[in-house]
């Protein structure tokens, strides 16, 4: 046998054998890759979703009785239609009293005709006298068209037209001097129609909404 001719067919064989591998090597690292964002169970689609945030304010003197607000901020609005919100918030009710909650800055849609589209800053309710037995309070807000006086994208702007809320608290008696109190987000949901089905809604349980907790301190 031609010695060069058996050298090439050697080195063509060699050649073909890498390409194999490589692409082998390539398919078995993408299968990984997919079975990694499988077993951790949404955390990357967690990584990218909006975040809700109970932005601690100024600490406060101890004999201060005024209202300490709050703000809860979102960092994004997904452009879908969200006629329903709540949140659940923990806080030390021996050392705070929750007085309820207050406009932010957020809009939804208003009264508007086929001519005008308008915006109105929604309310939302809560009941304080409970929140202060339980130590947890929950607020909400419900457009009971289901879209007509909704949460959409246009009323949404950062650093403008953020704020989706405004929780209002002042100091106990039993307050003390060097005191933080941890305000927590337990559970917050901007609901979609259907979105638990179509993992469309804005929400801590289902890792499409990520939330950060506040703190009052004491001084």
């Known amino acids: 046998m031609d010695p060069i001719k058996s050298l090439r067919e050697s080195a063509f064989l060699q050649n073909k054998r890498n390409r194999i591998l490589l692409i082998a090597a390539g398919l078995l690292f ?3 890759i997919i079975m990694m964002i499988l077993l951790m169970g949404g955390a990357t689609e967690k ?20 209202e300490i607000n709050v703000d809860v901020l979102l ?3 997904p452009d ?5 919100a709540s949140l659940s918030v923990r806080f030390d009710k021996n050392k705070l009293e929750f007085l309820g909650a207050r406009q932010g800055t957020m809009m939804t ?3 508007s005709t086929q001519e005008e589209v308008t915006y109105n800053i929604p309310i939302w309710k809560s009941d304080a006298a409970f929140a202060n037995q339980t130590g947890e309070l929950n607020t909400m807000y419900l457009d009971v068209t289901g879209g007509k006086f909704a949460y959409v994208r ?4 950062k650093d403008e037209k953020d704020i989706l809320l405004r929780l209002r608290f002042r100091l106990r ?9 941890d305000i927590t987000v337990t559970d917050a949901v901007i609901a979609t129609i259907g979105g638990a089905e179509t993992r469309t809604s ?10 950060y907790s506040a703190k009052i301190v004491v001084q």
């Open 75 to 77: 960092s994004d609005l």
């Open 109 to 111: 849609l208003g009264d």
């Open 154 to 157: 246009e009323g949404f702007q």
């Open 173 to 181: 008696d039993s307050a003390q001097v060097g005191e933080i109190y």
């Open 47 to 66: 990584l990218f979703a909006p975040s809700l945030t109970l932005l601690s304010p100024a600490p406060v003197a101890v004999d201060n009785r005024d």
């Open 80 to 84: 879908r239609v969200y006629p329903a």
């Open 30 to 32: 993408a299968a990984i």
């Open 202 to 211: 804005l929400a801590t349980a289902m890792r499409t909404l990520k939330a």
